[in-house]
């Protein structure tokens, strides 16, 4: 009985002037925030990714996306003609860095560090993804995908096949880590013999 009373009460608040009032100032609070959040991360790693671009892509084949969720800036273009799209997530201990490499596969697999979904690695070549430092999830998809999170295919990346490996690093992520990550996530997609000189070197300490 009071809690069906308590639901009539703020039923009759909320469609009142004041409750009106007060949904209205929560939802201009509400995108208040949200907008200082994307001005804050839209163009926090702009100068880095163009750093990056310079120096990784094709000429003239890079640009700098905005994704709205989580709201982030996104450097799309190509390295020696392989497309691909790169972002930075900050994190509370450590940013994550997400390489999206656009291109048919043949690999059906979703890997984080605890655990492995689709295809058996019978000739033991993912094992090699779980070998890059900071390793957090790899996802490979010969199809489609509408799903989306961080962890595989986060928004403003598209839903084309292709490969996507997450890791968490520390610190700035220099032009020849990057570029060996795409190289690698070509050797992996190609069946090309893999070694440890392949596998990208991230950041593994905090850098101020």
């Not at 605890?114 to 779980?130: C, I, K, P, Q, S």
Request: glycine share 8%; hydrophobic share 40%; with cysteine.
């Amino acid at each position: 009985m009071i809690r069906g009373y308590c639901t009539s009460c703020y039923y009759w608040f909320f469609n009142s002037p004041a409750g009106k009032w007060t949904l209205a100032a929560i939802g201009v609070a509400f995108l208040s925030i949200y907008g200082a959040g994307m001005i804050r991360f839209h163009g926090r790693y702009d100068a880095q990714y163009a750093v990056l671009a310079t120096q990784v892509c094709d000429k003239g084949s890079w640009k700098i996306e905005r994704s709205l969720l989580p709201p982030s800036s996104v450097l799309s273009g190509s390295f020696e003609g392989h497309k691909f799209k790169y972002a930075i997530y900050p994190d509370l201990f450590a940013t994550k860095s997400h390489l999206y490499l656009e291109c048919p596969t043949q690999l059906k697999v979703k890997m984080t560090a605890l655990r492995h979904w689709g295809e058996d690695d019978t000739e033991g070549r993912l094992r090699w993804v779980a070998k890059v430092p900071g390793f957090a999830a790899f996802m490979a998809t010969p199809g489609r995908i509408w799903s989306r999170n961080i962890d595989t295919r986060p928004l403003g990346f598209g839903g084309a096949p292709g490969l996507d490996l997450l890791v968490r690093n520390y610190g700035k992520v220099d032009a020849a880590t990057l570029k060996k990550s795409i190289q690698f996530l070509v050797a992996l997609n190609s069946n090309q013999e893999l070694s440890a000189s392949l596998l990208p070197a991230y950041p593994k300490q905090l850098q101020y």
